[in-house]
């Protein structure tokens, strides 16, 4: 999917998103607190609607186009109930919990016509409906209808790195006791984008079924660390200091040259896993995802980001990305005209065209520009 533009409202908290356009790649710059996560983490909202999520007091609008050619329009309502705790502990589809707000009204367009009107009742194709949940949304409520299923996977596709996951999760095993079953059913390249796993489960899927593929992501990351020779996802083997249960866990494992032994993912720094994590998510992604990357620049060394930002603009399969950053090296290495300034006044952030400040056409001048603005410094839009 690409978004093409989206408005957000949160109620309980009175903050606001004006509506804002996006292009294939958009950098969401603008000084500290200004909202760039907080756009981030809405459109990530619209993925949990879509899948049922009942969010107390949100109100949006998105418009968006599908690999298929359709364009849609999705926008709806909850109903404000006086409390935020979904906001930081989540009320989420499936529970039993009778505090979930309801949604007030819904509307769905496909190619410009009004599909679902929802309000006191569900109008479905100009006929009303039987009556469903109330605090879900259309598109999880009727995924399985022929007007409605491409919306419901096209949501699938939204990816969010905040680094916190990619961080971390170096530290352990992520995957599971039926990791060979995973690796039987994913065979080919495109079952293994199309699929809903975690990454590192994607990445043994390809390094033990697409061989060719593999060697595609190891050759950028090798490009980035040239003192490493080799990876492989493999289980450690037999030794006796090893668990048994991780005898059989594949794990990353790396060789450095002029080394012998393997390293695994346990002894990586954090900036190297994330970094093969990321070249990973640009090759093995479904076609036309929508990624969400929030500060961009963190865990990464310079190599890192010089190599993964010439990635990210040149990426092609039709994929989107929205990113934040405050790295000099990324803003001036991306465009000016795919900027976009965050300001806030209050509650309410607004994100400026780039076209508005009129930067130059050198990058290095532009940014120059931008970081004397009293909007990126300052953040204040008055």
Known sequence: MKINTFSYVNKTTDWKLEPVSFDQLTLLVGASGVGKTRVLKSILDLKKISKGASLNGIKWSVDFSTRSGNKYQWEGEFENKGFTAERIFGIEPGIDNEDKAKIEREKIFINDMLVVDRKAEIIFNNKKI??????????SLLKEEDSIKEIHSEFNRIIFDDNVGSASSFRG???DGEIESKVSKYKSLASIRECSEDMKTKLYCTYANQKEAFESIAE???EVFPYVKEIKVEPLGGEKHIPIFLRETPVIQIKERGIDNWIDETKLSSGMFRALLNIAELYLCADSSVILIDEFENSLGVNCIDELTSSIVSAGREIQFIITSHH????????????K????NAGSVVAHDASKFNFDKSKHKAFTQLINLDLYSEGANV
């Open 130 to 139: 039987v009556k469903l949940s109330q605090t879900e949304s259309i598109i």
């Open 173 to 175: 095993f992520s995957f």
């Open 220 to 222: 950028s990351f090798i």
């Open 328 to 339: 000099p090296y990324i803003i001036n290495n991306i465009d000016s005209y795919h900027w």
């Open 341 to 344: 300034l965050i300001s806030r």
